[in-house]
């Protein structure tokens, strides 16, 4: 005989099973950052702090995630910021190396570079200020009451 379906545990296992892949990802993506950015701190602190906020996560208990989808915005924009910093500076040492093997005077191409580590730093704060957010989000949930 076949056992009758189960009502309330299909609604119950969807949330988890997506809290479970944020906390997954951010602990992956965390380490990633954080490897790539060894020698900056703003990107190792970046990393650093997405890590333990996917690991306070995945030791959260039964406790559900309350805003989920801002939290994963979060890590999305922490992400995107990086990757921005990581695409800009590859743009800007092609654009120095053009700039310099047309002859322009090093001056010159400091001076045309400025912009660009301006937009680099506004970047890495941004990432900082996001994983940070997903930290401070993975700590009250971690901390917070289960709600039974």
């Keep these: 005989m076949s056992e009758p379906p189960a009502t309330g545990n299909a609604p119950a296992s969807a949330p988890k099973g ?3 892949r944020l906390a997954l990802a951010a602990i992956l993506l965390g380490a990633g950052i954080a490897l790539l ?3 900056s701190p703003f990107s ?3 990393g650093m702090a997405i890590g333990l906020a996917g690991a306070l ?6 406790r559900p995630v309350p805003a989920p989808r801002l939290m994963a915005a979060a890590l999305v924009l922490a992400v995107l910021a990086v990757c921005g910093v990581v695409l800009l500076g590859f743009y800007e040492e092609w654009e120095v190396g053009q700039r310099l093997s047309e002859g322009a005077a090093p001056g010159y191409v400091t001076s045309l570079m400025r912009p660009y580590a301006r ?3 506004a970047l890495r704060s941004g990432a900082l200020f996001c994983a940070l957010s997903f930290l401070l989000g993975a700590t009250v949930t971690r901390l917070g009451s289960s709600g039974k």
């Excluded at 996560?57 to 039964?62: I, K, W, Y």
């Design 18 to 20: 997506r809290d479970d």
């Design 37 to 39: 950015g060894l020698r």
């Design 44 to 46: 190792l602190s970046t």
């Design 57 to 62: 996560l995945a030791v959260r208990g039964e």
């Design 119 to 121: 937009v680099v730093a």
